[in-house]
């Protein structure tokens, strides 16, 4: 019998899970249960978030991998930040880049040296319970026994095979074996599976990620790059550690809104937030031009500023205190009306992603990675089944930009966990997936909580808008009529898109000790507790 995996003609509801002990929710059921089987065991909730990402590397890899950044918001008692991102090459030459006008998508050209396995070590090291080798044994069985792929997973290994299938050139080959062994994509409910990123999790678990980074796994991307034209070394590997950052916030009415400072743009969410404060938008239903269009051209004007200002934090010329003034952002207020501003200029003068969540009565945790566009690079180190990000996408070629492509630099990032607070007591993690969707499904998720009193399960339903650039603007099919009639009559140029365009989130809010944890509906996902 065949089945439509994708086929969904009629409205379902999901309902929030309420749990007292501990929950997880993650775009992907099987790596849910590897975070519950993590506390079943008798570990903490950074044991079930590190499980659980190691695991989605295997079950979604359409979206991340072990050759992926990440970022992590911890709780456990204060809030502490962890920046994965690695820096390009030492060796980068800028006129490798002299034939593009952009920055490339795919090709060690986009390559920076991987984060995600150094995030997973420092997390657990610092508040780790159960064994390091323990997070790895539900990655490691799935990689080696193959699991059904999920339906969304599916689909997007699909989109991608023309991207991937099409390029002929060496450092290509071992990829399109590993991920698209038929000459095509896996098809839902196909088992899938690798044999090879199976030994390289072993590997990573048995020397605490030292492998990855000075060992035998290090000496394999370092050779393949040599082999196939890169400039990624063994050097640049040795040299990367991650940053311990604090977290930067804004006040949102009742609640503090936490993101990673730069390089990533969580601060245009919190930009975003700050032109909103004073608009009373709760005067408008949630589901009116109104509201739609003010947290739009909010996040335009925050947007406009981000990609003119924000990088490297070594590189910026502009501090995160002046870009969060609340002042500057009263002035801001004033360039909003009742139209849409044609091009949202920057005011201050120069001077294919996962996200989870976890919590236990002590801990909570907000984690993201990410192999950037869908599955990276399209390379992938010989036997080792590491499917290396393309991170370096996110630099430009602009010349004297903050954000321009050198040597030793972390890219501007597109990846941001998210977390919140009141009244200096946790509420919980959250976050929505999806390049710069990201600080928008932030927004929206927050004004959802705030202004329109939603549980975490309905924010996360809720239709969703995406700003793209100028007046362009898309909304999630389903979206009321008025709504878009009434914002092509403000001027925004709308256009009407499948739910895949829209981020998928996570949710666990702590309320009166109890957690409430949801799990996005335009993904395969899942959220447990109990």
Request: aromatic share 10%.
């Amino acid at each position: 019998m065949q089945f439509n995996y994708n086929y969904y003609p009629y409205p379902s509801q999901r309902r929030v899970i309420l749990a007292k002990n501990c929950a997880v929710a993650t775009s992907q059921p099987l790596a849910t249960l590897a975070g519950i089987e993590m506390f079943q065991a008798g570990g903490n909730a950074v044991d079930a978030a590190i499980a659980t990402a190691i695991t989605l590397t295997v079950v979604e890899p359409t979206s991340n991998g072990i050759g992926g950044d990440a970022f992590a918001i911890i709780w456990d008692g204060k809030i502490h930040g962890i920046n994965g991102s690695g820096k390009s090459p030492k060796t980068l030459s800028l006129e490798a880049y002299s034939e593009f006008k952009k920055m490339p998508n795919l090709g060690w050209l986009t390559v920076t040296v991987p984060g995600a396995v150094s995030v997973w070590y420092d997390v657990w090291k610092r508040w780790g319970k159960l064994p390091f080798e323990q997070l790895f044994t539900s990655a490691i069985s799935y990689a080696k026994n193959g699991f059904p792929v999920s339906p969304v997973t599916a689909e997007i290994w699909k989109r991608k095979e023309t991207v991937y299938l099409n390029n002929k050139r060496p450092e290509y080959q071992y990829f399109q074996q590993v991920f698209f062994p038929k000459e095509r994509a896996p098809r839902a409910g196909e088992i899938w599976g690798s044999l090879l990123h199976a030994e390289t999790l072993e590997d990573i678990a048995n020397t605490g990620g030292e492998s990855f980074y000075k060992g035998k796994i290090a000496q394999k991307i370092n050779n393949f790059s040599a082999d196939t034209g890169g400039y990624l070394t063994s050097a640049d590997l040795v040299a990367h550690d991650p940053l311990w950052v604090t977290p930067i916030a804004t006040e949102y009415k009742q609640l503090k809104v936490w993101e990673m400072p730069p390089n990533t743009q969580g601060i245009a969410a919190l930009m975003a937030l700050n032109i909103l404060e004073g608009l009373n938008i709760e005067q408008y239903e949630r589901d009116s031009v109104e509201s739609f269009h003010y947290q739009i051209e909010a996040m335009k004007l925050a947007f406009a500023d981000v990609y003119s200002h924000v990088s490297d934090c070594d590189y910026m010329k502009v501090s995160n205190t002046n870009l969060l003034d609340k002042n500057y952002a009263k002035e801001r207020q004033k360039l909003l009306s009742n139209q849409a501003i044609p091009l949202a200029n920057p005011g201050i003068n120069q001077g294919g992603t996962v996200y989870l969540c976890t919590a236990d009565s002590e801990l909570m945790v907000s984690f993201i990675q990410s192999n950037y566009d869908s599955f990276g690079s399209g390379i992938l180190i010989p036997e080792t089944g590491i499917a290396l990000h393309n991170r370096g996408s996110g630099f430009t070629l602009q010349k004297g930009h903050p954000n321009q492509i050198a040597a030793n630099k972390r890219p501007f990032h597109t990846i941001i966990p998210g977390f919140l607070t009141q009244n200096d007591e946790p509420l919980g993690p959250f976050g929505v997936m999806g390049a710069p969707m990201q600080p928008q499904g932030h927004l929206q998720m927050v004004v959802n909580l705030t202004d329109y009193q939603m549980n975490p399960q309905t924010a996360l339903d809720a239709p969703r808008w995406r700003f793209l650039q100028g007046n362009s603007v898309l909304l999630e099919r389903g979206t009321p009529s008025e709504i878009i009639e009434g914002l092509g009559e403000r001027g925004h140029n709308v256009k009407l898109a499948p739910a895949i365009m829209f981020g998928k989130g996570q949710m666990i809010l702590k309320n009166n000790g109890i957690l409430i944890a949801g799990s996005e509906p335009r993904a395969d996902g899942l959220a447990l507790g109990y």
